[in-house]
């Protein structure tokens, strides 16, 4: 989360490896959900998104981060499983 929050503010205290480990995988997770996410959204706002998620639940600090990333897209960017998924 340090990585995630430095890059957001555009820090360059934070170390830059942690920045872009936090980058590279938000940009994964949101590539794996692409057809959900509006196309006009950046990734700059899908970070921010995630970082205000986590940041919301500190009790759940200790949990994965790719897992908490990923709910908080599908929490903003809802994805409708068509009928043919179902």
């Known amino acids: 989360m340090p990585g995630c929050r ?4 555009r820090s360059k205290k934070e170390d ?3 920045q872009g480990r936090c980058f590279g995988l938000v940009d994964g997770i949101a590539l794996g959900l692409a057809k959900c996410l509006p196309t006009d959204v ?4 899908i970070m921010r998104v995630v970082v205000q998620s986590i940041d ?4 759940r600090l200790h949990e994965d981060f790719r897992l908490l990333a990923g709910e908080a897209m599908v929490k903003a960017w809802p ?3 068509s009928s043919k998924e179902m």
């Open 6 to 9: 430095s890059f957001l503010a």
């Open 79 to 81: 994805c409708p499983r």
């Open 16 to 18: 830059p490896f942690l």
């Open 42 to 45: 950046t990734l700059f706002q």
């Open 56 to 59: 919301s639940q500190p009790a």
